[in-house]
Each structure stands twice: as C-alpha cells, then as structure tokens.
C-alpha cells in the first residue's frame, strides 16, 4: 500500500512513519534523493514488502524534489506492484504542488502542517504527561513565546527542563531555558556567505553543545533559507525592502533582519542550499 505525507511538521510525519511501522511489524527502510540517479534503485520497491530482515516499510523522502521522470517510474513501478509493498512517500516541508507525485497523490495526501500557538503549547502539556512529568500551562505559552511552534525545538527543551524536574513551572523556564538559537544561525548564514567554512562548523558545534538536535538545527536552517529565498525573489522583481514588508507577506522584523542577508546570495545559490537541507537527516 503506497501513502503520501508532506507538510512542515516534520515531527509529526516521522511520528506516523514510527508508528505505521510499529503497527505493520516493519523495519523502515529510508531512501533519499541521493540514492536516485538517473533511474530508480533496484531495491527501491524491491520483490514486495519481505526484506532480507524481514517486512520492511520504504519511505521515500523528498520525492517531488526528483526529476520528473524519476517520479513518473516510481508511481509506475508502485502501481504495477500494487499492495505486495509497503511504502511511504514523504514530502518534508513545503511540497512543490507542480511535482508529477504531488498532482498524482494529492488526494490521498496526509497533511501535517505547523500547529498554531496554541496547539503547541496545548502538545506540550500533553506530551509532558506522556514523559511522565508536567508543566504549567503557562510554562508552555512562555516556551511556544520564545521558540515557535517547531516540535523538535520545543521537545528538545522539554526533555531538558523534564531532567531538571517533573514539575515544570513559569519561573523554571524563564531561569533555565537559554535564549533563542536564531542568533547562532546568524553567525552561521554571515560565515556561510563569506565561505568561512571553520566558522560554520564552529557554530554547528555550539548549538549541538547546547542540547539543541540535529533536527531542530535542519529545521532553523530550512526556514531561514525559505525566507531568504523569499526576499531574493522579491529582490529581483526591484522591490525595496520597504515594498516587501509592505505586502505583508512577511512579519516586518523577519524583513529587516534577512534582507541583508538575502542580497548576498543569488536565488540559484539559495534554492539549491534549500534542496540540500531537506534532503538531509
């Protein structure tokens, strides 16, 4: 059986793939762009869902990024195939709605879009419980206030605030959790623009060091760079950084803070620096 996932909440959708997997006694077995060249791995969608270690869940990640031929043999080899596989085919972040496997699956398509505020903090308070804890629903508003509505941010810091105490409290967050990391990934964007490759890593170092995840520093730079790629394309339509906080498509403080950064780089630059961060895990 073949399902598609795609939105922003990449936590959830890799939450439903655990689970699926759990539910079928699968193993997951992950392709990425990488493993595509110029046609599909013989094992991709293998002889059926029997692996040499048993059932086996394929999750495709990314796969409306693929050249279009590429996504047309993988439906066409899913499809003759039918239900002897079990697979996932999985569009982390926005998808592109152009994408052959998007206008083919769209309607069978599982969303999982970003919560609003109070979705996260209300997750929170559930997912505290879950961890055998808990933490005031003020606690919770204060964390979504300070670092959005990202899932693997604010579980990286429930897990720190649950080792400290179960009881987590107002006071405890505003005395332990450290300011936003966006400023680190500042630092990182300046050196990447000036290919300062030492200073790029040195900054992934120390946002590792301060407990945040792999995923959360993928997700930080994942907006970062849609944003900029956002501002550029504005850019080269000759609109000021004035005009483009103007038509209110993005929060005034977000222009301002990446319109310098976006004149650095060209949109080639930054849509291929998009495609290489969400292909990676």
Request: aromatic share 8%.
């Amino acid at each position: 059986m073949v399902r598609y996932f795609c939105g922003e909440d990449t936590y959830r959708a890799r939450e439903a793939v655990a689970q699926l997997a759990e539910k079928e006694g699968a193993n997951v077995r992950w392709f990425d762009r990488q493993d595509f060249s110029e046609q599909l791995p013989a094992d991709v969608v293998g002889q059926g869902s029997k692996g040499l270690f048993g059932q086996e869940l394929v999750v495709v990640r990314d796969v409306s990024v693929l050249p279009k031929g590429l996504q047309e043999d993988l439906l066409s080899a899913l499809e003759s195939i039918g239900r002897s596989v079990s697979c996932v085919l999985w569009d982390r972040g926005k998808v592109d709605r152009r994408s052959v496997v998007y206008k083919e699956l769209k309607a069978q398509a599982r969303q999982f879009n970003l919560p609003s505020s109070r979705e996260a903090w209300a997750w929170l308070v559930s997912e505290a419980k879950t961890r055998g804890g808990g933490i005031d629903e003020a606690a919770a508003r204060l964390l979504v206030e300070w670092l959005g509505v990202d899932r693997w941010r604010l579980s990286s810091e429930l897990n720190k605030l649950l080792l400290v105490s179960d009881r987590i409290d107002e006071a405890m967050v505003r005395r332990l959790v450290p300011p936003t990391a966006s400023a680190e990934i500042f630092t990182m964007l300046d050196a990447l623009a000036r290919g300062q490759r030492k200073l790029v890593m040195n900054s992934v170092e120390a946002l590792l060091a301060a407990g945040d995840s792999e995923f959360y520093i993928l997700s930080m730079l994942a907006y970062q760079f849609r944003t900029l790629l956002s501002i550029r394309l504005e850019i080269d339509r000759g609109r000021t950084q004035s005009e483009i906080i103007k038509q209110g498509k993005l929060k005034p403080y977000s222009v301002q803070k990446n319109y310098p950064h976006a004149r650095r780089f060209s949109r080639e630059y930054l849509r291929e620096a998009l495609t290489r961060i969400l292909v990676t895990d």
